[in-house]
């Protein structure tokens, strides 16, 4: 298909399929009503960025919300006259063997109210409130890396044992 | 901590020892200066290991500590063994997950996806797109 030429690999998560088709079946309930025009500029919105379009901005770690700093978002809203009132959440992904399109994971489409979409795409990522992604891959590194200071006693290991001396407890 | 299970699975046969028996030193009556002359036996090296607990029953050993050392070495490489093959399955199933229903999609099949809105989306768009390749 030609439309597989993008240069984007476009790669929609379960969630965001479920926010768009709750989008969609509301709007169905209500045509020409804001859940329609609210779904088309949504579409659009995600054809811009499975064109290369930019995000609005990259995410910045807040405190309060989840750590989504590897995150992009796309504002998206149906009433030119208002702030967009939703927000598209998404990540690219470097491609895996080269020559290959770059992947943008689309993880969530949500209301800006009350940073809604920001928790939501958090929860889909598995990421806690009040970690940063550095904190997070620390957790998920290996015991067994080498790098990773241990207790004082198990660092002895690196010491041959069969020459030491005995140590007496005094 | 060490383990008190040699059953890792570190490529280490879980071997049974052969049975042996100990003096286990009672600790209910003992004074201070028994305990100062049992480690100065262990110290010559007269009784080793020296193991206490009461009703004969075997408690706590003093032993060299290089062979303590020894033992968490052996419960480190078996903790290292566990905990690399943890989180290769942890890998695996990670990437399982991400390429699970979810495969890539283009914005047209994934608006047709969704139902007749959609698909009216995507043909519009797709006619779009093919005027501006048009021109």
């Known amino acids: 298909m030609s439309e597989r030429r993008s240069p984007v690999r476009l790669l929609p998560t379960t969630g965001l399929k479920q926010d768009l088709q709750t989008l969609h079946d509301a709007a169905v309930m209500h045509p020409h009503g804001p859940e329609d025009r609210l779904l088309r500029v949504a579409l659009n919105q995600l054809g811009r960025i499975q064109q290369g379009a930019p995000s609005t901005h990259p995410l910045e770690y807040m405190p309060s919300y989840p750590d989504l700093s590897d995150c992009e978002t796309t504002y998206v809203g149906a009433d030119p006259n208002a ?12 491609p895996q063997r080269p020559g290959e ?3 943008r994971e689309i993880i969530a489409l949500g209301e800006r109210a009350n940073g809604q979409a920001y928790y939501m795409a958090g929860q889909r990522l598995g990421r806690p409130l009040g970690f940063t992604l550095a904190e ?16 004082r006693s198990i660092s002895s290991f690196g010491t041959p044992y069969a020459g030491e001396p005995d140590l007496q407890f005094e | 901590m060490t383990h008190n299970s040699n059953a890792h699975d570190n490529g280490t046969p879980d071997a049974e020892l052969p049975k042996f028996s100990v003096n286990v030193v009672p600790t209910d009556q003992l004074r201070r200066e028994d305990l100062a002359t049992m480690l100065n036996l262990y110290r010559r090296g007269e009784i080793t290991p020296l193991i206490f607990g009461d009703g004969n029953k075997p408690e706590a050993a ?7 050392v020894r033992l968490m070495k052996y419960d480190h490489a078996a903790h290292v063994h566990a905990e690399a093959a943890f989180q290769a399955e942890l890998s695996r ?3 399982e997950s991400d390429a699970s229903g979810e495969a890539s999609m283009t914005i047209e099949e994934l608006a047709e996806s969704l139902g007749p809105l959609g698909q009216q989306w995507a043909d ?6 093919q005027e501006k390749r048009d021109e």
Do not use: D, M
């Not at chain 1, 598209?88 to 470097?94: D, M, Y």
């Open chain 1, 136 to 151: 997070l891959a620390a957790q998920r590194e290996p015991i067994a890396s080498p790098s990773r200071p241990r207790q």
């Open chain 1, 83 to 94: 702030k967009p009132s939703h927000r598209i959440v998404w990540r690219e992904r470097a």
């Open chain 2, 124 to 129: 519009g768009h797709r006619a779009a797109q």
């Open chain 1, 101 to 103: 399109p770059v992947t």
């Open chain 2, 62 to 68: 003093i032993i060299p500590f290089a062979a303590f």
């Open chain 2, 93 to 95: 199933r990670t990437q």
